[in-house]
């Protein structure tokens, strides 16, 4: 999987370096093809820290402030070039500090039905993360700060959103929390503008974190190379 997104990553005409934060060093001993990968001038390896939020911090903080900075994750298997350079492009174009990608969960429930999708329930519909991130500005490192402040939760939305604030979570549970609503507050929380990108590649809200997962994204990654 680690492989598939630095392809990702390394074919898009948006990214010049990428940083890779892990594996541990006694595993990256053990693999290598990843070594042979991490040789290319382009590439650089962090050691990981105790968790993703922790590794974003040091990954930014090595980059330093006046670059924009894109996240994913080393689970995000079905990631593909024109998903990086469209999340990339639109997040740009927003003028936010930071933005993160969505998908609309019906349109992935549409296409990949019975997969079990974490979801966020707004107003104007229901959403799924799909685990890009750009930090665009000096002020965006803020953002990470705050995710370290959320991380545990974010498979748990109700409580998630506990961090902005009650009020927020009593709107989101009666259904009338919106979308930009929900933005708002977020911005006012961080001192910050945050957005998002709608991504139209319901692939991209696909991650790994079971065994079921790893064979869905291997069966849609397997449909998509015979009609390539």
Known sequence: ??????????????????????P???ILERTPLLRERLA????KWLPPAATPSTSVVTALSSVGSGRPVLVTTADHALLQPEMVDHFCGEALATGCDVVAALASFDQVMANYPGM????????????????????????SHAAADFWRQVENDRKRPVKMLGALGW???????LGRLSLEEALHSISRRMG?????????YPEAAVDVDSVDDLETAREIAARTQSHA
Do not use: E
Not at 3 to 17: H, I, Y
Not at 40 to 43: D, E, M, N
């Open 40 to 43: 290319a001038p382009h590439l």
């Open 116 to 139: 079990r999708r974490t979801r966020t329930r707004f107003r104007d519909g229901h959403f799924c993360g799909c685990n890009l991130f750009a930090f665009l500005t000096p002020k």
């Open 1 to 22: 999987m680690v492989l598939r997104v630095l392809d990702a990553l390394t074919g898009s005409n948006r990214v010049d370096t990428c940083i890779l934060c892990g």
């Open 24 to 26: 541990a060093a006694a």
């Open 167 to 173: 009020f927020v979570v009593l709107r989101y549970l």
């Open 192 to 200: 910050l503008r945050a957005g998002v990108v709608l991504m139209p």
